[in-house]
Structure formats: structure tokens, C-alpha cells
């Protein structure tokens, strides 16, 4: 599986969605069922966004139909960024197996 990074940022209709109710976007996530495609944390965030979201997804399709259903049900633009693990860009693990990046969920703990 791949990580994914959501970038979320409340459009008029979302603000006014979220003002009626706090919780809007956490229940939203809750809700959002695709094959293929799991939230495995949320944040709200300053700055240019208002919120941030750590996907992990089989591929690309996955991710655009929970980005899209996320957004359709908090009104929030969504900007999805693709994650690549620093150790695959590295000339010294290129041949090395145990190098390459795993999910988040089946790594042990430290």
C-alpha cells in the first residue's frame, strides 16, 4: 500500500458546515467506506490549509474516490499528495530489499 498525504482546506459552504457542526469532518472519515483505501490519522493544521490527513491506499484510484467523497461530504477542497519514503530515493539502498518502505501498519514497534 501507499501513504498519502490529504490537504484540506474548508471552502464557504464547508465553514458553514463545520460551524454547525464541530465534529463534521472526524464523523465524515468515519463514515467514508472505500475499498482499497484507509484514514490512518487527521489533523487540523494553521497555515494555508485547514486540515491534513494521512492515507494509506492500493493506488491512485483508491485515494481520488475517498478524496473525493471526503470532500463532498465536509466541503473542503481537497489537494492529494503522494508520500515517497526518503529511503527509496537513496543510490545506496537501490539494491537493498530491505530498504524498501512498508506500511505503516505491519511495522513493528521500535
Known amino acids: 500500500m501507499a501513504l498519502y498525504f490529504l490537504l484540506?482546506?474548508?471552502t464557504t459552504e464547508g465553514r458553514s458546515k463545520v460551524l454547525g457542526n464541530r465534529d463534521l469532518v472526524v464523523e465524515a472519515?468515519?463514515?467514508v467506506s472505500i475499498v482499497?483505501?484507509?484514514v490512518l490519522g487527521q489533523y487540523g493544521v494553521l497555515g494555508r490549509y485547514d486540515y491534513l490527513m494521512m492515507i494509506?491506499?492500493?493506488?491512485n484510484d483508491a485515494v481520488a474516490r475517498l478524496s473525493l467523497d471526503v470532500g463532498v461530504r465536509t466541503g473542503m477542497h481537497i489537494e492529494t499528495l503522494p508520500a515517497i519514503a526518503l529511503g527509496i530515493l537513496s543510490d545506496d539502498?537501490?539494491?537493498?530489499p530491505n530498504s524498501r518502505p512498508e506500511s505503516i501498519q505491519n511495522r513493528p514497534p521500535d
Open 8 to 10: 484540506g482546506t474548508l
Open 29 to 31: 472519515t468515519r463514515r
Open 36 to 38: 482499497g483505501a484507509e
Open 56 to 59: 494509506e491506499a492500493d493506488d
Open 93 to 96: 539502498n537501490a539494491d537493498n
